[in-house]
């Protein structure tokens, strides 16, 4: 449809007017110069808040309307950013424009639910000037970031802040993880199979038992100079040498304390007269590492390398989707199939297909017509590892009511083997209690034990508390948070996904803030 539209014109008489004609307009139908009316505008925009510019183009045709990506950006970077509102509560969370380069900061209102403003930065001076133009702001719901707890104190020193209790946990189970690092040989073993069958212990049980036995002293490093013999001066010693050290050579320390133990466990077993490949599936490793174990006349340090992982597939990944196909067709024969994925490019060894064939074939029901049927060949049983330290710490932070029979059990397990794992469970429940239950009373309390249990860790997520206290203290006591502006930093990454990661902030500002 074509409109022709007839409009009046004027003539200014006055010889000191600048403007000497004047046509009239139609605010309510057109604007100046435009080729479309505002109503097929307003619909031609609102597809480009729903969808990205590419797809919105192809969409359009079949609405009736047509309509250039290029186009449509440009109509979408005329929208005006909505009228600024007083706010009394504020949420303030950074966001990623590129991962690990480039981060900017959202602004949210929590009483309205509705994002306020993207900025280009997430330092303190990017952050600053905006919340200078809002000097009515009253509460900031924040995360740990040093850096607007400082724009906010210099900006609004009289707001009070508080702290994201998400990041709260969030920082205490990072804390356990580091702690559960140096006590790695301690945890419990499990299957690599998901744990079944687990009996349900009652409460009484699962509480930790008070006479639980130390943990093992700590072994030496091989290239230490010094051997020492008191076990509490040589836990100091040991943790006044960790806090020196920087946090790259804390996590190597850590690496190769995990690598050490789990050296002498092989070892153990070797000298015990075991296999190794009985060694090699019991304690659920490749029996390349525990040849190399043997093999070395000492324990193998690593060599120096470049830091970059090779990607932990087996070889025989890509090949199981035919293998499967030509199982379920009615081949069966581990050599047939062996030659044919060798001919498609398989380089690994028969036996790790043979392990695959025997867990299929322990599927395949009895023949008929045997008087004494074949006996079904059982897939080798996995063997055991320990409890990673990162699926530990989540164990202990977690209330007991959403674990699993399995992971109550483990949780009895861990408080068992040493005094110190014991306390560092019961302070994480109880920390996590006290924030849920909003007990603001008892947070000094728990602070005070927290320092005395003279677990390196916790003291380290004591003194943050300490720096960020009055934040802290008002997420014990008050009802904001800021899972609202991180639901909207979700959403923030979906549109950047939508529009293929290649839309600057002000566009991505215009998708925000009038997203449909």
């Known amino acids: ?54 797809v919105s183009e192809r969409l359009a045709p079949q609405l ?10 440009r109509h979408l970077r005329t929208i005006p950013n909505p009228p600024d509102a007083p706010v009394h509560v504020l949420g303030i969370d950074d966001f990623s424009m590129r991962r690990g380069d480039c981060y900017g900061t959202i602004l949210v209102n929590m009483e309205t639910h509705r994002p306020l403003d993207l900025l280009p930065d997430r330092t303190a001076d990017a952050v600053l000037p905006w919340l200078e133009s809002h000097p009515e702001i009253d509460i900031v719901s924040r995360d740990r970031a040093s850096a607007y707890a400082d724009a906010i104190n210099r900006a609004l020193p009289h707001a009070t802040q508080v702290t994201d209790r998400y990041h709260l946990v969030q920082n205490l189970r990072e804390h356990v993880q580091k702690f559960l690092d140096h006590k790695h040989s301690l945890l419990p073993k499990v299957s690599d199979t998901p744990l079944k069958g687990v009996p349900t212990p009652s409460p009484d049980t699962v509480s930790p038992v008070a006479s639980a036995p130390e943990a093992p002293p700590f ?67 490749s029996r390349k590492l525990v040849a190399h174990f043997v093999s070395s006349p000492a324990f193998p340090e690593r060599a120096p390398g470049s830091g970059q992982r090779l990607s932990g597939k087996s070889k025989l990944t890509r090949f199981i989707p035919y293998l499967r196909e030509r199982w379920l067709a009615g081949t069966h024969k581990s050599s047939l199939l062996f030659q044919e994925i060798k001919e498609q490019g398989y380089t690994g060894s028969s036996s790790l297909l043979r392990h695959l064939i025997a867990e299929w074939r322990a599927d395949l029901p009895p023949k008929p017509g045997l008087r004494n049927p074949q006996k079904l060949r059982m897939a080798i049983p996995r063997g055991q590892r320990r409890l990673s330290s990162r699926k530990a710490s989540f164990l202990m932070i977690l ?19 040493s005094s110190e794992l014991r306390s560092t469970y019961l302070l994480s429940q109880e920390f996590v209690t006290l924030l849920k239950n909003r007990e603001a009373s008892s947070l000094d309390g728990w602070l005070q034990r927290a320092k005395e249990s003279h677990v390196s860790q916790l003291n380290s997520f004591v003194n943050g508390i300490s720096r960020d206290y009055a934040a802290v203290r008002a997420a014990f006591s008050l009802s904001w948070s800021n899972g609202t502006t991180e639901g909207h930093v979700n959403r923030l990454k979906f549109l950047k996904r939508q529009m293929f990661g290649r839309a600057h902030l002000d566009l991505l500002r215009v998708k925000v803030l009038h997203a449909v």
């Open 399 to 417: 209330p007991l009511e959403k674990l699993t029979d399995a992971e109550r059990k483990l949780i009895e397990q861990i408080c068992q083997a």
């Open 64 to 73: 009736g309307m047509k309509v250039r990506a290029p186009t449509l950006l």
């Open 219 to 285: 072994v030496p490093d091989q290239h230490s100079s010094t051997i020492r013999q008191d076990p509490t001066r040589e836990q100091g010693h040991m943790e006044a040498e960790i806090s020196s050290l920087t946090y790259a050579e804390r996590q190597k320390k850590i690496s190769r304390d995990k690598r050490y133990a789990r050296y002498e466990e092989v070892m153990a077993l070797y000298r015990a007269g075991k296999a190794q490949r009985a060694i090699a599936r019991e304690l659920g490793v």
């Open 1 to 54: 449809m074509v409109l022709r539209l007839t409009v009046r014109k004027f003539f200014c008489r006055q010889l000191s007017c600048q403007r000497k004609i004047f046509t009239e307009r139609l605010p309510n139908l057109v604007r100046p110069w435009a080729r479309v009316s505002n109503r097929l505008l307003a619909e031609v925009k609102a597809i480009g808040l729903s969808a990205s510019a590419e």
